[in-house]
């Protein structure tokens, strides 16, 4: 897997993809396949399907090279693209219109990439049993948790993707803190419960 690229040199890579560099834009692309395609199942969990969004994106960014603006953040820039062609496909596929589609797609979850890494099976109970607990979050606040701590995107960039305000972010992230917390503090609870049951 590539490195994920600084942000400095993020920023020096776009500038020579809109200059015409090839190289720049798949160096790019080589960099931030794994962020791209792991958010994009989040969306939608068609491996396949999200390859070929990926490889729109790119293809369509090779094509309007000449049209490109700069980015303040290339990585944030490239999850607003793939969940608004992963949205704009999915109401294709569905006959809806996108505004209505976009806040009723599912998003969910999952460690399981990270979890191959860890040999403690405390540890490996913990994360599974924190996926649990996020994925009984409403899907928004899911997004948010997965955008914040797993691609750790700024609250800026987080509205940007999400389409939200930049107080509507903060205010998101301490609803979604507090269940996390709740949920956590009522799963351990019947774990205990549980535990005397059957003593």
């Known amino acids: ?23 720049a834009l798949a160096k790019i692309m080589q960099s931030y396949y794994a962020d791209l395609f792991h958010w994009g199942m989040r969306l939608h969990a068609d491996r396949e399907f999200v390859k070929d969004c990926i490889q729109e994106l790119f293809l369509n960014l090779w094509k309007r090279q000449d049209s490109v603006c700069s980015v303040d953040n290339v990585r944030a820039y490239l999850l ?63 997004e948010l948790i997965y955008l914040r701590f797993y691609q750790n995107l700024s609250f800026e960039q987080i509205a940007d993707v999400m389409h939200l305000g930049r107080q509507s972010v903060y205010n998101l992230l301490q609803k979604s803190l507090t269940s996390l917390r709740k949920n956590w503090t009522v799963q351990c609870i019947g774990l205990l419960l549980a535990q005397f049951m059957v003593y």
């Open 80 to 142: 607003v693209v793939l969940k608004t062609r992963v949205l704009r496909e999915l109401s294709r596929k569905h006959t809806t219109h996108q505004s209505t589609l976009s806040d009723e797609y599912a998003f969910s979850v999952e460690f399981a990439a990270d979890v191959q890494w860890i040999e403690e099976e405390n540890e490996v109970y913990q994360i599974r049993k924190l996926e649990r607990v996020i994925n009984h979050l409403p899907d928004r606040q899911k």
């Open 1 to 23: 897997m590539s490195r994920r690229l600084p942000s400095e040199e993020a920023q020096q890579l776009w500038q020579e993809y809109r200059a015409g560099d090839m190289y």
